[in-house]
C-alpha cells in the first residue's frame, strides 16, 4: 500500500464518518423523543451504518491491498450485518 493510498483512504473514511454522524444527527433531530417515530430513527441509524460502512469497503477495495481478508465486515469482526440490522 503507497502512503498516497493510505492518505486517500484515511480521506474516505474521514468523509463517510462526517456523512454518517450528519445523517444521525439529523435522524435524532426527526425522532425528537416521540415514541411513533422510535422505528424511523432506529432505520435511519441503520442505514447511516450501512452507507459509512460500504464507503469504507469501497475505498479499501480501490487501496487493490492484497493482505487477503482484512476483516471489514462490519463493528464486530465475524459477525456481519445481521446481528447489527436485527437490532434496529
Known amino acids: 500500500m503507497s ?3 493510505e492518505q486517500t ?13 450528519q ?11 416521540v415514541a411513533a417515530n422510535l422505528a424511523t430513527y432506529q432505520t435511519a ?3 447511516a451504518d450501512v452507507a459509512y460502512f460500504t464507503a469504507v469497503n469501497t ?3 480501490a487501496l487493490n491491498e492484497t493482505t487477503g481478508n482484512a476483516g471489514m465486515n462490519g463493528p464486530i ?8 440490522l436485527a437490532v434496529a
Open 59 to 61: 475505498a479499501f477495495n
Open 23 to 33: 445523517a444521525k444527527a439529523v435522524a435524532f433531530v426527526a425522532y425528537g423523543f
Open 45 to 47: 441509524l441503520a442505514d
Open 77 to 84: 469482526p465475524g459477525a456481519g450485518w445481521t446481528p447489527m
Open 3 to 5: 502512503y498516497s493510498g
Open 9 to 21: 483512504f484515511r480521506a474516505a473514511v474521514l468523509a463517510a464518518e462526517g456523512v454518517r454522524q
